[in-house]
């Protein structure tokens, strides 16, 4: 019996292939393996969401996924937001500019939980924002700056 099984998969639009470990948990190895170590570890039960990346295009808990599972389906990740890796899009714009982040390790779960709402549901009312945020925690910011910074890229869908 192998030790390891070959996946296949789309990750932030390129193709990866890559030997994984049967019991390998999906951060970990975006983590690991593809130094993408912007979804982060938090409570690893798929419930504060500093973990969430896009998967099939829809957010996902990556601390609670094996890595197998990601066989033949597209992952994004919040690397996968910048365009060149160092332009910030509207919504990190928008994060920046209303002060929607102070110790930053919740945002990356929740840009991309906001970023599938947002191609959803383009023009949110401030309720809906905070329903959608209701999938992330953050223990610093009180959410009302993080509304702020959606209300304002939602003046100005995204591209």
């Not at 992952?75 to 996968?80: K, W």
């Not at 910048?82 to 840009?111: K, M, W, Y």
């Not at 924002?129 to 890229?153: F, K, M």
């Amino acid at each position: 019996m192998s030790d390891t099984k070959t996946i296949q998969l789309t990750v932030n639009g390129q193709y990866r292939r890559h030997e994984v470990r049967p019991r390998q948990h999906l951060v970990d190895f975006l983590r690991e393996e593809l130094d993408l170590t912007g979804s982060h570890l938090g409570c690893e039960h798929g419930v504060c969401g500093a973990c969430t990346i896009l998967f099939d295009g829809e957010p996902a808990r990556s601390c609670i996924m094996l890595a197998v599972q990601a066989d033949g389906h597209a992952i994004h990740t919040v690397e996968s937001l910048s365009p060149d890796g160092v332009t910030l899009n509207p919504l990190q714009e928008a994060f920046r500019d209303a002060h929607g982040l102070q110790c930053g390790f919740c945002t990356p779960g929740i840009l991309m939980t906001l970023s599938a709402f947002l191609r959803d549901t383009p023009a949110p009312s401030e309720g809906q924002v905070r329903d959608a945020l209701s999938a992330n925690l953050c223990r610093c910011t009180g959410y009302q700056h993080i509304v702020e910074a959606v209300t304002r890229v939602s003046r100005n869908p995204l591209p």
